[in-house]
């Protein structure tokens, strides 16, 4: 018999994250994984939150968050609803997306949510009640939390703790990525960490950013010098969708290929959120240091243990322990 205490149930921005949070939803992962990783697993999973429901409100396209949470609820035996298109919600009739939303926690327990704006999350979680769970699966260009954990749980695969230092690169577009801003902000709470952001002048992380940051950081443009320093590699792609820039820059600069990644260290791994555009070159897929891919399959587990915990679900031992 599981015990379920009411957790935290809002995951909104990687400031609400504390280093213990994040080692222990790290761990939660690993076990998770483990018990999937057998048919008699998984059946059990699909018990644990069979009595749940959740809605997938998707106002911005997306692949793997929408998918990667689908499959998680479907892991986790929790039903699922989804409006991806709302010409077919009563927002056509002019209802607001706020009543649309507080009609969505009459029928569900969670609601996970993408929406163009940055600060519409904000205005959904102070008008729920404190017990709906509420997930921001992207929040306009300014955070995208569950993408930065499940990029933060990459990272502790690859030995997060026991490595004194590690060299992290951010490449691209950062002005409009918030992958980059939540990861950063994640990272920050790290002191075995520098961080090199690696732009263009125009496209340079905004500067409430860089203002919370409390370890060693860089701002550069010379890619081919980063490239040979360090572990991480996490590169982004021109995000037009947002706007607000018009420059045309060389993007070849910014990217990898045949041409550079033999610069990179032997032991380096390469990140990206994805979806990617030309700045990662086909053939680097093939690279045993290209890690993106394996980063999806990341995100559905995390995603999973994301929600055990939101449900109080977070006893790791309990979880390693129970006889399924
Ligand atoms: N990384 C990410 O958010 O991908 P999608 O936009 O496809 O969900």
């Given at each position: 018999m599981i015990t379920i205490t009411l957790s935290n149930s809002r995951c909104i921005s990687?400031?609400?994250?504390?280093l213990p949070n994040l080692l222990n939803l790290c761990k939660l992962t690993d076990n998770i994984r483990n018990i999937a990783s057998t048919s008699e697993g998984l059946k059990y999973l699909k018990t644990i939150l069979s009595d749940k429901r959740a809605i997938l409100y998707f106002k911005q396209a997306s692949t793997r968050t929408f998918l990667s949470f689908e499959n998680a609820c479907h892991i986790l035996g929790i039903s699922c609803s989804e409006i991806?298109?709302?010409?077919?919600?009563s927002e056509i009739k002019g209802e607001s997306e706020l009543d649309a939303i507080k009609t969505f926690s009459q029928y569900v327990d969670l609601i996970i949510m993408r929406h163009p704006l940055s600060d519409f999350i904000y205005e959904i979680s102070d008008n729920l009640p404190d017990d709906m769970r509420i997930i921001n699966a992207g929040s306009g260009s300014d955070q995208h939390p569950t993408q930065a954990l499940l990029d933060f749980y990459t990272i502790y695969q690859y030995g997060l703790e026991n490595k004194t230092e590690i060299k992290i690169a951010f490449v691209g577009?950062?002005?409009?990525s918030r992958a980059v801003r939540s990861l950063a902000l994640l990272l920050n709470?790290?002191?075995n960490i520098k961080l090199y952001f690696v732009s263009p002048k125009t496209f340079q992380i905004k500067s409430d950013i860089l203002e919370q940051l409390n370890v060693p950081y860089i701002e550069t443009n010379d890619f081919n010098k980063v490239i040979q320093e360090v572990d991480i590699i996490y590169m982004t792609r021109l995000?037009?969708?947002?706007?607000?820039i018009n420059e045309i820059i060389d993007t070849n600069k910014y990217s990898i290929n045949s041409n550079n990644i033999?610069?990179?260290?032997?032991?380096a791994i390469i990140l990206h959120p994805l979806p990617k555009r030309d700045e990662i070159a086909v053939e680097i897929d093939k690279d045993k240091r290209a890690k993106y891919w394996e980063q999806c399959r990341n995100g559905m587990y995390v995603r999973v243990a994301l929600i055990c915990d939101m449900f109080g679900l977070n006893d790791i031992n309990l979880l390693k322990n129970k006889i399924y």
């Amino acid at each position: 018999m599981i015990t379920i205490t009411l957790s935290n149930s809002r995951c909104i921005s990687s400031q609400q994250y504390s280093l213990p949070n994040l080692l222990n939803l790290c761990k939660l992962t690993d076990n998770i994984r483990n018990i999937a990783s057998t048919s008699e697993g998984l059946k059990y999973l699909k018990t644990i939150l069979s009595d749940k429901r959740a809605i997938l409100y998707f106002k911005q396209a997306s692949t793997r968050t929408f998918l990667s949470f689908e499959n998680a609820c479907h892991i986790l035996g929790i039903s699922c609803s989804e409006i991806r298109d709302t010409s077919t919600s009563s927002e056509i009739k002019g209802e607001s997306e706020l009543d649309a939303i507080k009609t969505f926690s009459q029928y569900v327990d969670l609601i996970i949510m993408r929406h163009p704006l940055s600060d519409f999350i904000y205005e959904i979680s102070d008008n729920l009640p404190d017990d709906m769970r509420i997930i921001n699966a992207g929040s306009g260009s300014d955070q995208h939390p569950t993408q930065a954990l499940l990029d933060f749980y990459t990272i502790y695969q690859y030995g997060l703790e026991n490595k004194t230092e590690i060299k992290i690169a951010f490449v691209g577009d950062l002005f409009r990525s918030r992958a980059v801003r939540s990861l950063a902000l994640l990272l920050n709470k790290l002191n075995n960490i520098k961080l090199y952001f690696v732009s263009p002048k125009t496209f340079q992380i905004k500067s409430d950013i860089l203002e919370q940051l409390n370890v060693p950081y860089i701002e550069t443009n010379d890619f081919n010098k980063v490239i040979q320093e360090v572990d991480i590699i996490y590169m982004t792609r021109l995000q037009n969708e947002y706007g607000g820039i018009n420059e045309i820059i060389d993007t070849n600069k910014y990217s990898i290929n045949s041409n550079n990644i033999n610069k990179l260290k032997d032991d380096a791994i390469i990140l990206h959120p994805l979806p990617k555009r030309d700045e990662i070159a086909v053939e680097i897929d093939k690279d045993k240091r290209a890690k993106y891919w394996e980063q999806c399959r990341n995100g559905m587990y995390v995603r999973v243990a994301l929600i055990c915990d939101m449900f109080g679900l977070n006893d790791i031992n309990l979880l390693k322990n129970k006889i399924y």
